[in-house]
């Protein structure tokens, strides 16, 4: 079983829906909780993280973490073309200093 | 700020044959990481260096890769020699400190990667 599980997708959407990606994890230990950006033949790069459990908005980014039940949410609202990309999630342990990461959901938004 | 940069972008190869990647950080990053990345599938972390000593190489296969980091900078990361299964996205990042002591999440800094693939 991985450590950190995600939604497969691909997902496909129109212009303005709001979106709903989700992963799941297993270790305990996790601490932070991330996600990531990545388009096309480019590297992922940071969008959020989150600290232990609870919500963090950043404009129309929404991330949430249940510790209880291990769950993992970004909240897309009024998701635009530009939004299409791979979204991977990932968590980080701090006591072993690395991240693991989701094989990520492909999101397509259409005009 | 200049990003982390990475070359070569695309490298074709044969199997058996050897490949090395080159990776440098951003400025100040102490920390710097190797991930394989197959299609399909999220980063995998290969290795992580702290300045120039290595922090975690636990999933890099030694038989066939290796990788170094001189002077706490630039790093390479060879395969030698390569197999089908080595295809994927080499990814290199950075972060400020990665270690566990620091007991918080230092953002990773990815390049655009080399895009490998062995025929």
């Known amino acids: 079983q991985k450590e950190v599980e995600q939604d497969p997708g691909p997902l496909s959407v129109p212009e303005g829906a709001i979106v709903s990606l989700n992963c799941t994890y297993s270790?305990?230990?996790?601490?932070?909780f991330m996600w990531y950006r990545q388009y096309s033949r480019k590297g992922p790069e940071l969008l959020m993280y989150?600290?232990?459990?609870g919500n963090k908005e950043d404009g129309r980014f929404t991330a949430q973490v249940d510790k209880s039940s291990k769950y993992i949410s970004l909240f897309i609202r009024d998701s635009q073309p530009s939004d299409s990309a791979t979204y991977l999630c990932a968590s980080f342990n701090t006591n072993a200093g690395k991240s693991t990461f989701g094989d990520g959901t492909t999101l397509t938004v259409k005009p | 700020e200049a990003g982390v940069a990475q070359s070569p972008r695309y490298k074709i190869i044969e199997k058996r044959q050897s490949v090395a990647f080159w990776c440098n950080p951003i400025?100040?990053?102490?920390?710097l990481y190797w991930y394989q990345q197959i299609l399909g599938q999220g980063p995998k972390l290969l290795i992580q260096f702290q300045n120039n000593g290595v922090v975690d190489d636990s999933q890099l296969p030694k038989d066939r890769f290796s990788a170094e980091r001189l002077k706490g900078v630039d790093s390479t990361l060879k395969i030698q020699p390569a197999k089908l299964e080595d295809s994927a996205v080499y990814l290199c990042a950075s972060s400020l400190d990665g270690l566990a002591s620091s007991l918080s999440y230092n953002e990773q800094f990815f390049g655009p990667g080399t895009r490998l693939t062995v025929l």
């Open positions: 989150t600290y232990s459990s």
């Open positions: 400025s100040g990053h102490a920390t």
């Open positions: 270790n305990s230990a996790f601490q932070y």
